[in-house]
Structures are given as structure tokens and as C-alpha cells.
């Protein structure tokens, strides 16, 4: 078995365990923030798929709290990581009318494993540090690439980290991944 099927395996398994998440490149997601210095409180928490189960299990924090979802153009060849406050409703004909994009839809879980290596409820902004090869596209929402503070699970969906966005953009920047920065 390859390097990258082994993390690929270990990645799925971390996101249903609830153990240490491993990135795609075989790397605690903790030591890679380490290495990248990059500071976050963590707060650990029954497992949470949905923002309603996270509003419900994550105390409230001084942070912007996101939605994340997983999205594939109309031909499924481009993928992206949307990330909106929890609050906003996506219009995904607005979206569509961005030249960058596209129509656009939500993908499959079979998708988001291929390309991200996790499951529905583990996204976040920090889910870039999987797309090794670049072929996902991040956008996200003003509101929150202006917040102060955000809340990002690290990879999988029973912990949360609170983090600085000076940091979050650092760290994109740091991986080479520049998001697309719409209002929604």
C-alpha cells in the first residue's frame, strides 16, 4: 500500500474515532499548526455533523462560528470548500454568477473522501491542509475571512479550535492556497 493510501486509511479512520487527526501527508494536524506557529484553543465535544448538533454541543465562544460544504461544478471536474457563517443561506444562483465559478452544487461524500480525505461534518477551512495536489478551490465569506476569531474542527467533528483568522489566512498562505473571498 502506498504513503499516501496508508494516510488516506488513517484519515478516515481518525474522522470516525474521534482519535489524533492525521493529514493527508501523515502529519498530526496539532504538529503541523505547531509547526507553522500557529496558536488555537482546543475544546473536545461529542461528535457534530451538522451546525445544529455543534450549536447544541459547543458552548458558545467569542468566534465565528461556520458552515462548511463541499461543492462541485457543473461538470464535477472543479471542487470547492465553502465556508459561511452559520447563519447565512446560500444562494447558489448568486454563486453561479461569479466568473470564477460557475453553477456549482453540492458534492457526494464519496467525492469529499476522494479529494479531502473526510467525511461530512470534518470540514473547515483547515481541511486545505489535505489537498496536497491543489485541485480544490476554498471560498469563503467575507464576514468571516474579516472575523477576528473563528471556529474550525481539526479535521474531525469532536474537536473544535479557536482560532485568530491572522492566523488561519497565514497558515492558507503558508500552504499556497488562496481563497476566493465572496459575499454571501
Known sequence: MSGSTEAQSEIESVALSGSTPITAAGESIYALLQRHSVPYERFDHPAARTCEEADRVIPFFDAARTKNLFLRDSSGRRHFLLTVR???IIDFKSLARHPDLGRVGLASETRLEKHLGLRPGCLSMLSMVNDLQHHVGLIVDRDIWAADRVLCH????????????TDVRRLLSELSHTPLVVEI
Not at 481539526?154 to 483568522?165: C, D, E, G, Q, V
Open 86 to 88: 452559520t447563519d447565512k
Open 154 to 165: 481539526p479535521l474531525i467533528n469532536t474537536s473544535t479550535l479557536i482560532m485568530a483568522m
